[in-house]
């Protein structure tokens, strides 16, 4: 199951990374005019801080790295996370891709678009060498998106968007007691729309203008 998951992962990886890598390549203006080049538009870099729903409470602020490579026809976002904590041995690491397109764009932009990310947890809770509780969990998802993207400012936006996706996770457990093991593993489905106040909701904040608002002012 997990295997297929991350099969999915890369080809959500795969679509989004060449058309990435397409505009991120120098052109050759030498062999034309630079008034009759064909130069791609270069990506606006943003950062991402995102929420987990629409209530904006401080618990839910989603740990890790997140970050936006905005083009003028579609945008790729990626979200990395780690977590250790030394008490429990709990260790926690996710990485996740989504490809957006959007339907039309100006100050609000409404989109559409894929997701997929991968998570490991472990943790172990250990009384002694004879006596511990031993957790591990990998999971991953994949599925749609539907949102859409108000800019602020011109450097500043706010994004909310709802899932349509499967997820599934494999849970492994392992005890000891009095030195004596066992060892127990569950896998779990599940699929569905994350609707109210469990969409999405986050920030980005982009390193340069994207230049929508002027444009639209002018017009």
Same mark, same amino acid.
């Given at each position: 199951?997990?295997?297929?998951?991350?099969?999915?992962?890369?080809?959500?990886?795969?679509?989004?990374?060449?058309?990435?890598?397409?505009?991120?390549?120098?052109?050759?203006?030498?062999?034309?005019?630079?008034?009759?080049?064909?130069?791609?538009?270069?990506?606006?870099?943003?950062?991402?801080?995102?929420?987990?729903?629409?209530?904006?409470?401080?618990?839910?602020?989603?740990?890790?790295?997140?970050?936006?490579?905005?083009?003028?026809?579609?945008?790729?976002?990626?979200?990395?996370?780690?977590?250790?904590?030394?008490?429990?041995?709990?260790?926690?690491?996710?990485?996740?891709?989504?490809?957006?397109?959007?339907?039309?764009?100006?100050?609000?932009?409404?989109?559409? /678009? +894929? *997701?997929?990310? #991968?998570?490991?947890? %472990?943790?172990?809770?250990?009384? $002694?060498?004879?006596?511990?509780?031993?957790?591990?969990?990998?999971?991953?998802?994949?599925?749609?998106?539907?949102?859409?993207?108000?800019?602020?400012?011109?450097?500043?936006?706010?994004?909310?968007?709802?899932?349509?996706?499967?997820?599934?996770?494999?849970?492994?457990?392992?005890?000891?007691?009095?030195?004596?093991?066992?060892?127990?593993?569950?896998?779990?489905?599940?699929?569905?729309?994350?609707?109210?106040?469990?969409?999405?909701? /986050? +920030? *980005?904040?982009? #390193?340069?203008?994207? %230049?929508?608002?002027?444009?639209? $002012?002018?017009?």
């Amino acid at each position: 199951m997990f295997r297929s998951a991350a099969l999915c992962f890369l080809a959500v990886l795969l679509l989004a990374a060449p058309a990435a890598a397409q505009d991120l390549v120098a052109p050759d203006l030498d062999e034309q005019p630079a008034d009759e080049a064909d130069v791609p538009e270069p990506a606006t870099f943003g950062f991402i801080f995102n929420t987990s729903n629409l209530l904006l409470d401080i618990d839910a602020y989603q740990g890790g790295f997140g970050a936006k490579l905005r083009y003028p026809a579609y945008g790729i976002r990626f979200l990395t996370s780690l977590r250790a904590e030394s008490s429990n041995r709990m260790r926690q690491v996710g990485l996740g891709i989504t490809y957006e397109r959007p339907f039309f764009i100006g100050r609000v932009t409404p989109y559409w /678009g +894929l *997701v997929a990310d #991968l998570g490991f947890q %472990g943790e172990r809770v250990e009384v $002694d060498t004879q006596n511990y509780t031993q957790i591990r969990v990998v999971s991953g998802s994949l599925g749609g998106v539907l949102g859409v993207e108000v800019l602020i400012f011109d450097f500043l936006s706010v994004f909310g968007e709802y899932q349509l996706a499967f997820r599934g996770a494999r849970t492994s457990i392992e005890q000891a007691v009095e030195g004596e093991r066992s060892a127990s593993m569950t896998t779990n489905y599940a699929f569905g729309a994350d609707l109210g106040n469990n969409a999405s909701l /986050g +920030l *980005v904040v982009y #390193l340069r203008p994207l %230049g929508i608002l002027d444009s639209a $002012d002018e017009e």
